[in-house]
T-cell receptor, first 117, second 111 residues
Framework: ETGVTQTPRHLVMGMTNKKSLKCEQH?????MYWYKQSAKKPLELMFV???????ENNSVPSRFSPECPNSSHLFLHLHTLQPEDSALYLC????????????????FGPGTRLLVL | GQQLNQSPQSMFIQEGEDVSMNCTSS?????WLWYKQEPGEGPVLLIALYKAGELTSNGRLTAQFGITRKDSFLNISASIPSDVGIYFCAGHPDGANNLFFGTGTRLTVIP
């Protein structure tokens, strides 16, 4: 148990569906992240939120839409996905010290295994 | 983007043997992290390194932050079946905010 929970753990959706992934952290962190993990590829950073503001958007298609209503919750809204979007979606959190050159360690949730048909 | 070369890609070892894996980068890193991921789960942090030359242990695991700041290694002593999983290195390059990951080392321990 890392203190980061994700729901659902598994999701199957059609290309025309709309669904949302949820992440919640109980660690008192103020930064949250979405990663995509595909087979045989390094983890790909998708979005970073610090103090509920998006600070990073790594050229992710607009069919992925993140939302961070507060420092403990992060959502990833999915709409008209493609089969190649099937992957494990991981949420992580960390402390965030503004202006610091010392980067903080990230703690991961268990992931949502997504299959797009 | 930043690339981390992690080796070996996979290992098959007998229970009780020691394991060594490493990670190299083309540029200087400020932190090195080692994570383990088991099937159906997210990566779990094993060891974090913040200073060149730092050697840190966590039970049977030992990791070092290379002096050149461009590499790190992870050793597992006296492996047991529950060590099975994929081990990822990760790090923050100098001057970058993002965390970059290696492609992982898949470890299989044969009882």
């Amino acid at each position: 148990e890392t203190g980061v929970t994700q729901t659902p753990r598994h999701l199957v959706m059609g290309m025309t569906n709309k669904k949302s992934l949820k992440c919640e952290q109980h660690l008192g962190h103020n930064a949250m992240y979405w990663y995509k993990q595909s087979a045989k590829k390094p983890l790909e950073l998708m979005f970073v939120y610090s103090l509920e503001e998006r600070v990073e958007n790594n050229s992710v298609p607009s069919r992925f839409s993140p939302e961070c209503p507060n420092s403990s919750h992060l959502f990833l809204h999915l709409h008209t996905l493609q089969p190649e979007d099937s992957a494990l979606y991981l949420c992580a959190s960390s402390p965030w010290t503004s202006g610091s050159s010392i980067q903080e360690t990230q703690y991961f949730g268990p992931g949502t295994r997504l299959l797009v048909l | 983007g930043q690339q981390l070369n992690q080796s070996p890609q996979s290992m098959f070892i007998q229970e009780g043997e020691d394991v060594s894996m490493n990670c190299t980068s083309s540029s200087i890193f400020n932190t090195w992290l080692w994570y383990k991921q088991e099937p159906g789960e997210g990566p779990v942090l094993l060891i974090a390194l913040y200073k060149a030359g730092e050697l840190t242990s966590n039970g049977r695991l030992t990791a070092q932050f290379g002096i050149t700041r461009k590499d790190s290694f992870l050793n597992i002593s006296a492996s047991i079946p529950s060590d099975v999983g994929i081990y990822f290195c990760a790090g923050h390059p100098d001057g970058a905010n993002n965390l970059f990951f290696g492609t992982g080392t898949r470890l299989t321990v044969i009882p």
